[in-house]
């Protein structure tokens, strides 16, 4: 039973909402839609988990894209 209906999220983890961004728009896309640091020098999925994971507003803003894409 799914006890959180109305929460798209629900059961994405925040690795697979990134390697979906990335794999649709690429790192240097993804750096121009939220543009943080770990997207635009020198990026990667460890590196970039590491931060979004530290830093509230910018995973809300990876959340966001990752739903606007899904629509």
């Not at 790192?27 to 590491?50: E, H, M, Q, T, V």
């Amino acid at each position: 039973m799914n006890t959180q209906p109305n929460n798209p999220l629900h059961g994405v983890t925040l690795e697979h909402m990134l390697t979906e961004l990335v794999a649709r728009y690429g790192w240097k896309s993804l750096g121009a839609a939220i543009p943080i640091r770990c997207f635009n020098n020198d990026p990667s999925i460890p590196s970039s988990l590491k931060f979004l994971r530290r830093t509230p507003w910018a995973r809300a803003e990876v959340e966001r894209l990752y739903l606007q894409q899904r629509d």
